[in-house]
């Protein structure tokens, strides 16, 4: 008993010193805990009060700059961002006042704005601050009948007259279409689904529509959901168009381009993203006899620094309209991305004109069905008047710097007996290809040349240099076309 009593007696000497021992490390261990629990409670409030802050708290917005010696604000002439209120009046009397005195600047502030179609004036700036809408009404009773363009024939789609553009100017010298990325909304899904019901009588109208203009900057603004074309500058002189963001969905958006330049002579357009149901960009100049008639070519284009998205169309497309001839167009820095087409030229017997001295210097497509088209039997005409011995002439056409992946076909030229394609460059290319089959370089009634080594390998329709311009081997087979012609192009 005696002996237990010691060896319990030693054993709870033992355990002593060692909770001893341990104790300032419990301690430690506490002022630790109580530590992290502060830290993650302050945290916590912190965020808490950040989000409560985000949540009750905008920042305030951006100051309008003076861009013209007189300023007026839509509201005051007495419009009501609301989205409900139709603002169309107050938009004709502050642009009736700027045109009085002259010129001036009309600032839409933050608001959502309702409207019917407007006209501008020349020496003007209509400037869309942060967070305004320009919404266009979508009953098509309040949008004006206008005469057919001229070198169309009629509407474009319906015989008659056409409705007129949300925005629109005629005769215009010095306007400015600008702002803190302001939105002009065209609001086109009502539009959209009676065109394809058939339930409209004329051709619809595009988002914003300059006649006979010169002196045209539009920059720093979103254009979205067009009834039609989306910009359309028609028979203009001097434009520039840049930080411009171009919208509407992929489908179901029937012939929503994003910029039509038609009849234009000396224009910019860069530093731009469009995303859209049809063209990114289409170039155009009349369609068969009455673009003969009206001849006014688009000339002295370039392009660059844009990023193109379109599921129907093409990125950057020249025609099908191009009866008054165009030329000297140069594209670069083109990204195409998830679209139908990179780069199309379209035309047909009928149109008459030219497509010649077109450039295009490093291009990117990314998952892209067909890269770079040439169609010379796009069939569509205004009515049977054209003449059908009216062919386009399509010559001098470069490629330099074309890079991609995921393409399936990288080239298709299908030029005709009727109207052969001249004089093509290609030149320092490498696209990878999702399509095994043999010809994927497909070529028709074309003549060029290749200079230097490009992937894929080029058709047999074209001479072959090296880099220091060198003919290696003359094409003998210009005429021949490929064995695996898709016409879904």
């Not at 502050?94 to 020349?122: C, D, M």
Request: with cysteine; proline share 6%; hydrophobic share 35%.
């Amino acid at each position: 008993m005696a002996d237990a009593f010691r060896f319990q007696y030693r054993s709870s000497n033992n355990i002593r010193p060692d909770f001893k021992r341990s104790l300032p490390w419990l301690l430690s261990s506490r002022w630790i805990l109580l530590t992290l629990i502060w830290a993650v409670g302050f945290i916590l409030i912190v965020a808490w009060q950040r989000t409560a802050f985000d949540r009750f708290w905008t920042p305030p917005p951006r100051p309008i700059p003076r861009l013209r010696s007189l300023v007026f604000n839509l509201t005051d002439f007495g419009a009501v961002g609301d989205g409900v209120t139709l603002n169309t009046k107050a938009f004709e009397r502050a642009i009736a006042e700027i045109r009085k005195r002259g010129g001036g600047q009309l600032n839409v502030e933050a608001g959502r704005w309702l409207t019917a179609p407007f006209n501008l004036t020349s020496h003007m700036t209509l400037f869309l601050a942060e967070n305004a809408v320009v919404l266009g009404i979508n009953d098509e009773n309040h949008w004006p009948l206008m005469p057919p363009l001229p070198s169309y024939g009629y509407g474009r789609e319906c015989p008659g007259p056409r409705y007129g553009s949300l925005i629109h100017g005629q005769n215009l010298k010095d306007v400015v279409i600008t702002g803190h990325n302001g939105t002009i909304n065209g609001q086109g899904q009502t539009w959209w689904i009676k065109y394809r019901k058939k339930l409209l009588n004329h051709t619809r109208g595009p988002l914003v529509q300059l006649m006979w203009s010169r002196d045209i900057q539009i920059s720093d603004i979103t254009l979205r959901d067009s009834p039609f074309w989306t910009l359309h500058p028609y028979d203009c002189q001097n434009i520039t168009i840049r930080n411009v963001t171009i919208l509407a969905p992929l489908s179901d958006a029937p012939n929503t381009d994003g910029i039509d330049p038609d009849s234009c002579e000396n224009m910019v357009i860069e530093n731009s993203y469009i995303s859209v149901g049809d063209d990114g960009i289409a170039i155009k100049s009349g369609w068969d006899q009455y673009g003969i008639a009206y001849a006014r070519p688009s000339t002295n284009i370039l392009i660059r620094n844009v990023i193109v998205r379109s599921m129907i169309s093409a990125g950057v497309s020249i025609g099908s309209e191009m009866s008054g001839g165009v030329s000297n167009v140069s594209v670069e820095n083109l990204l195409v991305w998830n679209s139908k087409r990179g780069i199309r030229i379209k035309t047909s017997p009928g149109r008459g004109g030219y497509v010649r001295q077109i450039s295009y210097q490093n291009l990117t497509l990314e998952n892209v069905r067909v890269g770079i088209v040439m169609k010379t039997d796009y069939n569509e005409h205004p009515d049977k008047g054209y003449n059908p011995n009216a062919l386009p002439v399509i010559e001098d056409i470069s490629f330099k710097g074309i890079r991609g992946q995921g393409v399936r076909i990288p080239v298709r030229i299908y030029g005709s007996q009727e109207i052969p394609v001249w004089n093509v460059t290609f030149q320092d290319m490498l696209v990878g290809i999702t399509y095994k089959k043999k010809r994927i370089f497909q070529c028709s009634f074309v003549q060029g040349r290749v200079i230097g080594k490009i992937f894929p390998k080029p058709c047999e329709n074209l001479d072959l240099y090296d880099d220091e311009g060198r003919l290696i081997k003359q094409s003998t087979s210009q005429n021949s076309s490929t064995d695996t012609i898709d016409y879904d192009s």
